[in-house]
């Protein structure tokens, strides 16, 4: 049963992504909040054809945490495909940093692309941190979020790895502060895997970590350390 269900979902997945992409990317005319209401629609369809076909649901812990009225940078777990469509539902218009070859993916990739994100070549170094850097400043100062995946790549459940400076420096630049997430969503929707387990996934949102006046690596640390220790208690397997 889990087979079909996750088959089922594999399918509906395809095809709400094709039919949203093509009014997203028709959609780059329109004003930014515009568009990322048009997008939106595409990632909360996918969740509740989720919740549908596989009984995934989730809860969030910490919605207090999030500063009203300013923007933040939110660095968080990366372990499955299902917090790249939640994030956009549970935070505020956000530009994400991602890989550019993301935005080369049929569909997936054109559709994000209307939301501006900061593509880099992860290869590039310095040259990396330095666009992170100047786009997203102007983002923030523009009042988009930030979502940075300071582990640079999907984790398994229990896998950490160390975290990416580029996160860092742009808190240390900007001053803007950063909201630590974890949750457990890999045990449900597990990385490069076809089987979805049904059950709940668990959001913590944590108390932001004001940037101001420190160094990257002090605000590495502090995220990295709140992030690995609330996803450690947040096991199920």
Known sequence: MRFLRSLLFSIGMILITVIYAIPSCLSYVLPYRL???????????????LQFTCGIRYQIEGLENIPQGRAGIIFAKHESTWETLALTKIFPPQAWVLKRELLWVPFFGWALAVLEPIAIDRNAGRKAINQIIVQGIARLDAGRWIVVFPEGTRTAPGETKKFGVGGAFLAAKSGYPVIPV????????????????????????????????????????????????????????
């Open 35 to 49: 568009r990322y209401r048009i997008v939106g629609v595409w990632h909360r369809a996918v969740l509740w054809w």
């Open 182 to 237: 974890a949750h457990n969503a890999g045990e449900f929707w597990p990385k490069r895997g076809f089987l979805k387990k049904p059950g709940t996934i668990k959001v913590v949102i944590g108390k932001p970590i004001q940037t101001a006046g420190r160094k990257p690596a002090e605000i590495n640390a502090e995220a990295e350390q709140w992030i690995n220790t609330t996803r450690a208690s947040l096991n199920t397997i």
